[in-house]
């Protein structure tokens, strides 16, 4: 295989998936934020960086002219909060500037990062790629946004595309599930709601493999597919799971769902206009809200693809790299 760009390879999916097509022998190109610092250690050094905005077309095209295949991960996704017009900028422009780039240097393969999310709010539980779309935040709205947009250009251009729909990702260099790990460690993880909302954990190299799959099958031009774990479980259940491994009593203080909600709404249209990142947004509690259950059937069946990580020993890894980071 030629030269493969990642996109935000050196956020936290980005830098497993460059370590490992590094450690498969592949030359990277990473398009990445100046200042971008995770991943840093392991990967710098090994590939190419180039440095830029995906907001900017011409950062875009210097950074695709060459390679062979573009797995696009950038997103907005660590900002939770409601600034409109950069969440549209960077995953919906940002996303139409690698398809414009892609199509013009004559990319033979774009593998594009959707989420879950797109599906939102799941009432029919496990949900699967037909699943009616159903985004409940600025994130996967404008996600949704961006995949939609990928499909007409494949349509239109017959760009050779794959989208993964990863399922919620944990595992080592996770920052994002930390605070449920932290929490729970200091005593002070508390319930919003009753804690029997359904969860399902993606663990990284898992989803990885799932991405280089999409990559390199010829079924999976043209398909979306979720990718993730084998499994979901209550809240609750995970909660007393991540409890056992840390050696701490299960958490089992719960505080009302609607106030909390109330407040996070009332958070978002306070700082919004201000410009200000809320304290509290409504997608953090929609962790404790929405269900997310999936169906892997499609892409076990089209590409093949097994998770291997149990989630005892996915969370056993997560929480040794946590602690080995002085992070927990
Ligand atoms: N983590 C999950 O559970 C999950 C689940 C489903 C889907 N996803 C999707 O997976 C992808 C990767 O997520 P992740 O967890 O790895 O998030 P991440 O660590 O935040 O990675 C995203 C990267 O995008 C970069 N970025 C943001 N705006 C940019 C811009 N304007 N120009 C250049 N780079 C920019 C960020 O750089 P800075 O940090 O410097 O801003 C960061 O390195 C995203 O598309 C996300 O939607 C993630």
Same mark, same amino acid.
């Given at each position: 295989?030629?030269?493969?760009?990642?996109?935000?390879?050196?956020?936290?999916l980005?830098?497993?998936?460059?370590?490992?097509?590094? +450690?498969?022998?592949?030359?990277?190109? !990473?398009?990445?934020?100046?200042g971008?610092?995770?991943? *840093? +250690?392991?990967?710098?050094?090994?590939?190419?960086?180039?440095?830029?905005? #995906?907001?900017?077309?011409?950062? $875009?095209?210097?950074?695709?002219?060459?390679?062979?295949?573009?797995?696009?991960? #950038?997103?907005?996704?660590?900002?939770?909060?409601?600034?409109?017009?950069?969440?549209? +900028?960077?995953? !919906?422009?940002?996303?139409?500037?690698?398809?414009?780039? /892609?199509?013009?240097?004559?990319?033979?393969?774009?593998?594009h990062?959707?989420?879950?999310?797109?599906?939102?709010? !799941?009432?029919? #539980?496990? +949900?699967?790629?037909?699943?009616?779309?159903?985004?409940?935040?600025?994130?996967?709205?404008?996600?949704?946004?961006?995949?939609? %947009?990928?499909?007409?250009?494949?349509?239109?251009?017959?760009?050779?595309?794959?989208?993964?729909?990863?399922?919620?990702? %944990?595992?080592?260099?996770?920052?994002?599930?930390?605070?449920l =790990?932290?929490?729970?460690?200091?005593?002070?993880?508390? %319930?919003?709601?009753?804690?029997?909302?359904? =969860?399902h954990?993606?663990?990284?190299?898992?989803?990885?493999?799932?991405?280089?799959?999409?990559?390199?099958?010829?079924?999976?031009?043209?398909?979306a =597919?979720?990718?993730?774990?084998?499994?979901?479980?209550?809240?609750?259940?995970? $909660?007393?799971?991540?409890?056992?491994?840390?050696?701490?009593?299960?958490?089992?203080?719960? #505080?009302?769902?609607?106030?909390?909600?109330?407040?996070?709404?009332?958070?978002?249209?306070?700082?919004?206009?201000?410009?200000?990142?809320?304290?509290?947004?409504?997608?953090?509690?929609?962790?404790?809200?929405?269900?997310?259950a =999936?169906?892997?059937?499609?892409?076990?069946?089209?590409?093949? %693809? /097994?998770?291997? $990580?149990?989630? *005892?020993?996915?969370?056993?890894?997560?929480?040794?790299?946590?602690?080995?980071?002085?992070?927990?």
């Amino acid at each position: 295989m030629g030269r493969v760009l990642v996109t935000g390879g050196k956020g936290f999916l980005g830098t497993h998936l460059v370590r490992r097509l590094l +450690a498969d022998g592949q030359e990277v190109r !990473v398009f990445a934020h100046r200042g971008s610092k995770q991943g *840093e +250690a392991s990967t710098d050094g090994k590939c190419e960086v180039q440095w830029g905005d #995906i907001r900017h077309f011409s950062d $875009v095209e210097q950074a695709v002219k060459g390679v062979e295949k573009v797995f696009h991960l #950038i997103s907005n996704f660590r900002k939770g909060g409601s600034d409109k017009a950069d969440a549209y +900028a960077v995953n !919906v422009e940002g996303t139409q500037n690698v398809l414009n780039a /892609a199509k013009k240097y004559g990319v033979g393969r774009v593998v594009h990062c959707s989420t879950i999310g797109v599906h939102g709010d !799941v009432q029919a #539980i496990p +949900a699967h790629e037909e699943t009616p779309f159903n985004p409940t935040d600025l994130y996967q709205e404008t996600k949704l946004m961006a995949e939609q %947009y990928v499909w007409k250009f494949h349509q239109e251009t017959g760009l050779p595309i794959s989208v993964v729909r990863p399922i919620s990702l %944990y595992g080592p260099e996770d920052l994002r599930m930390l605070k449920l =790990f932290r929490t729970i460690k200091k005593r002070q993880f508390i %319930y919003i709601g009753p804690g029997k909302v359904l =969860f399902h954990p993606a663990y990284i190299d898992d989803v990885i493999e799932g991405f280089l799959l999409c990559a390199s099958h010829e079924k999976a031009v043209g398909e979306a =597919f979720i990718i993730g774990g084998d499994g979901y479980l209550p809240l609750h259940d995970l $909660v007393d799971r991540i409890a056992a491994q840390l050696q701490v009593p299960a958490p089992s203080l719960h #505080i009302p769902l609607r106030p909390v909600e109330w407040l996070a709404g009332l958070c978002e249209s306070v700082c919004t206009p201000l410009g200000v990142e809320p304290p509290l947004h409504k997608r953090r509690v929609s962790f404790f809200k929405n269900n997310r259950a =999936f169906s892997i059937e499609k892409v076990k069946r089209v590409l093949g %693809y /097994a998770p291997r $990580v149990s989630l *005892e020993e996915g969370l056993k890894r997560t929480i040794r790299w946590y602690e080995d980071h002085e992070l927990l």
